[in-house]
């Protein structure tokens, strides 16, 4: 499993409310992606770290900020949670050319 | 940006037949493609990978083609097994690694015994 956690693993919030998402690694690799998977659209790319404290947007980072203070810890911010924001989101650290998943996180915003 | 297109979105086969799953990129620059089998309820796991510096790798059942001047790459399964039922999905990326994959938006394969 590449020694990737996510936590929490599941969660259901309100619309409105802030949420943080949290990915942590042991293995030390510098860069790491946060991505949502929803039906009929695979993965896409919400935001990504290549060093602590450098981060860059993807695809779809509308509504979405994060932040990395340390190598291990790379967290996702939801500022306002709207229901378009339900999904599955996956965490990925790369390990030269291979990119290996996180567990997940199941975010209900109801 | 690179765009992946993956067909088809589902696929059912006999147990013991062979499946085919095909994915084209639109950026020339990029250089890895990786798959990725997704049980239900699991994370992606990376089951093959090829680089543009070869045209074909093989892991046992499963093979990876690559032709760069079409821009298109495939994935083939063998003999499959019920246990192959998954979501697959496609990716490229470019430069050195370390870059954000882009993905296919997955095939559904369902392998009936």
């Given at each position: 499993?590449?020694?990737?956690t996510q936590?929490?693993?599941?969660k259901?919030?309100?619309?409105g409310?802030?949420?943080?998402?949290?990915?942590?690694q042991?293995?030390?690799?510098r860069?790491m992606y946060?991505?949502?998977?929803d039906p009929?659209?695979?993965?896409r790319?919400?935001?990504?770290?290549y060093?602590?404290k450098?981060t860059?947007?993807?695809e779809?980072?509308?509504g979405?900020?994060?932040?990395?203070s340390?190598?291990?810890?790379?967290?996702l911010?939801l500022?306002?949670a709207t229901?378009?924001?339900?999904?599955?989101?996956f965490?990925a650290i790369?390990?030269g050319?291979e990119?290996y998943?996180g567990?997940?996180?199941?975010?209900?915003v109801? | 940006?690179e765009?992946?297109?993956?067909?088809?979105?589902?696929?059912?086969?006999?147990?013991?037949d062979?499946?085919?799953?095909?994915?084209?990129?639109s950026?020339?620059?990029s250089?890895y493609f990786p798959w990725?089998k997704q049980?239900?309820?699991?994370r992606?796991?990376l089951?093959?990978d090829?680089r543009s510096?070869v045209g074909e790798?093989?892991?046992q059942?499963?093979?990876?083609t690559?032709?760069?001047?079409?821009?298109?790459?495939?994935?083939?399964?063998?003999?499959t097994?019920?246990?192959?039922?998954?979501?697959y999905f496609c990716?490229a990326?470019?430069?050195?690694?370390?870059?954000?994959l882009?993905?296919g938006?997955g095939?559904r394969l369902?392998?009936?015994?």
């Amino acid at each position: 499993d590449a020694g990737i956690t996510q936590s929490p693993r599941h969660k259901v919030t309100e619309t409105g409310t802030p949420v943080t998402l949290r990915c942590h690694q042991t293995e030390n690799h510098r860069y790491m992606y946060w991505y949502r998977q929803d039906p009929g659209h695979g993965l896409r790319l919400i935001h990504y770290s290549y060093g602590v404290k450098d981060t860059d947007k993807g695809e779809v980072s509308d509504g979405y900020s994060v932040s990395r203070s340390k190598t291990e810890d790379f967290l996702l911010t939801l500022e306002s949670a709207t229901s378009s924001q339900t999904s599955v989101y996956f965490c990925a650290i790369s390990a030269g050319y291979e990119q290996y998943f996180g567990p997940g996180t199941r975010l209900t915003v109801t | 940006g690179e765009n992946v297109e993956q067909h088809p979105s589902t696929l059912s086969v006999q147990e013991g037949d062979s499946a085919v799953i095909k994915c084209t990129y639109s950026d020339s620059a990029s250089n890895y493609f990786p798959w990725y089998k997704q049980e239900l309820g699991k994370r992606p796991q990376l089951i093959i990978d090829i680089r543009s510096n070869v045209g074909e790798k093989k892991d046992q059942r499963i093979a990876v083609t690559l032709n760069k001047t079409a821009k298109h790459f495939s994935l083939h399964i063998t003999e499959t097994q019920p246990e192959d039922s998954a979501v697959y999905f496609c990716a490229a990326s470019k430069d050195s690694g370390n870059t954000p994959l882009v993905f296919g938006k997955g095939t559904r394969l369902s392998v009936i015994a």
